[in-house]
């Protein structure tokens, strides 16, 4: 399909921008969501070529077309828009997190009521771990009467 430059050029900034992109799949749509000024064609046929080339991860779900900008994608747009290396998608970028914990966070009031822990270490460590005592050796569990297959009871 023959795609206009500045249609072509729009839409590949739009997906290097955020690095992904979705088109309903309606051919017939006089634009796309995102693009405004693009046909609904267009992008998905933009996008089917940068698919068959390895560009463009394609996912169809739900009646939409998902594409994700592949590590070759991004390289190749890159060279095609004529963009620096320290420009990357939205999608390749990690969020900035704050430096400490928020405040409040874990944090408990000077004269705050702890309940004591003491009671617990009873149950938790057991000093006499080597000692423990298990079934005796004539015992012989029964599983007969319940579900499909029970069997004959034991003669």
Excluded: C
Excluded at 75 to 88: D, K, M, N, S, T
């Amino acid at each position: 399909m023959i795609i206009t430059k500045q249609n072509r050029r729009a839409i590949y900034e739009q997906l290097f921008k955020e690095g992904v992109l979705v088109a309903p799949k309606e051919f017939n749509r006089p634009s796309h969501p995102d693009l405004t000024q693009v046909p609904n064609l267009e992008v998905i046929k933009a996008m089917q070529s940068l698919t068959s080339k390895g560009y463009v991860k394609t996912q169809f779900s739900w009646q939409w077309y998902y594409y994700t900008l592949t590590d070759e994608g991004l390289a190749y747009l890159r060279e095609w828009l004529h963009l620096p290396a320290e420009i990357v998608p939205v999608t390749h970028t990690k969020p900035a997190r704050p430096a400490g914990r928020p405040a409040g966070y874990g944090a408990r009031e000077p004269g705050a009521y702890r309940a004591p822990r003491g009671d617990r270490e009873g149950y938790r460590r057991r000093d006499d771990a080597g000692d423990k005592e298990g079934a005796s050796a004539e015992y012989r569990p029964r599983f007969g009467g319940v579900g499909r297959g029970a069997g004959a009871p034991p003669s």
